[in-house]
């Protein structure tokens, strides 16, 4: 497997409807191929960086079978979804400590592919010949992810379900490793939700220009940090977004933020509502996490924090 990074899919602006396609969920996970030879696995990241003992509850669990295969391995939240941040303490881990971690935070390996078995390479043919020997195959703990004929009717299942997106591929597409090809087509689903100001960070190679907001969910413990968002802030939305912030000597956030985070920023009244789209649904009232690739949308004059506060839901 030297040298093999997966296929990539190009983003999408329209699910194909036409035939000769095929559709899958796009998981939220870890990009892994994973080659199985001589009663050993060893697990590969899309960089090629080796990650074998990284996930010992992977590989315990694979086949006994001469073969390659790429898939994600994927970690569920609170609410039995795939969810990147679930793995996010996990993806650096290796040897002793990864296997303490995975009782504590188990993984699952999809297998979406098949490119080669018992000796013979399947690069060079089609993803139905490919997919059709791959359901033949004992996968042992691995799992074998369902494919759909109708996108559309997948990408709203999904959009419904708060999973990440779809991904459509091709069936007479051959396997090309380390390209990013429209024979695969990925469709990401993004949400938006409401959050509060408690901070901001001067751009860089500046001290007064705003450049980023950090942000919170207003929940019944307080305010928890949320992240730092900049993309969609440029010079039109600065000024404005900073004469509405009001300042403040200590952080507004009932947890700790990282110091990454914290030094250089500037605290300010909880007071200002923002809208914030995020790449997979942001985390439930309570949770723990990030919001995965934020972008700014504007300012909520329409809200205060008060309105986004558990309580007021329940009105």
């Known amino acids: 497997m030297a040298g093999m990074r997966p296929m990539l899919a190009t983003t999408g602006d329209h699910v194909p409807t036409a035939d000769g396609w095929t559709h899958e969920v796009k998981w939220d996970g870890v990009r892994i191929l994973a080659d199985v030879a001589a009663g050993s696995t060893a697990l590969t990241t899309r960089n090629e960086n080796v990650a074998t003992t990284g996930w010992p509850d992977v590989t315990a669990v694979g086949p006994d079978r001469d073969l390659l295969v790429d898939g994600e391995i994927i970690g569920l939240n609170a609410e039995g979804l795939p969810d990147f941040r679930t793995l996010g303490e996990r993806i650096h881990v290796r040897g002793a400590a990864a296997a303490r971690l995975a009782q504590r935070v188990p993984a699952t390996y999809m297998v979406f592919d098949l490119l080669r078995l018992d000796g013979r390479t399947l690069l060079d043919r089609p993803l139905a010949e490919r997919r059709e020997l791959l359901e033949k195959v004992d996968l042992g703990g691995w799992q074998l ?13 999904t959009l419904e379900q708060g999973l990440e997106g779809i991904v459509s591929k091709r069936l007479d597409s051959t396997y090309r490793p380390g390209e990013r090809t429209s024979a695969w087509r990925k469709f990401a689903h993004r949400f938006r939700g409401s959050f509060v100001v408690g901070g901001w960070r001067p751009q860089t190679g500046t001290t007064d220009r705003l450049g980023s907001l950090l942000v919170g969910e207003v929940t019944a413990e307080g305010l928890l940090f949320r992240g ?19 300042s403040r000597s200590r952080s507004p956030f009932v947890d700790e933020v990282p110091r990454a985070d914290a030094v250089g920023t500037h605290w300010v009244e909880p007071l200002v509502v923002v809208d914030i789209n995020t790449h997979g649904r942001p985390p439930r009232p309570g949770r723990d996490g990030r919001l995965r690739q934020p972008s700014y949308q504007g300012v909520r004059t329409d809200l205060s924090p008060e309105d986004l506060s558990p309580s007021a839901e329940e009105h």
Do not use: N, Q
């Open 228 to 246: 730092r968002v900049g993309s969609g802030i440029g010079p039109r939305e600065s000024a404005p977004l900073k004469a509405l912030l009001t």
């Open 145 to 157: 992810p369902a494919t759909y004929d109708d996108g559309r009717m997948l990408f709203d299942a």
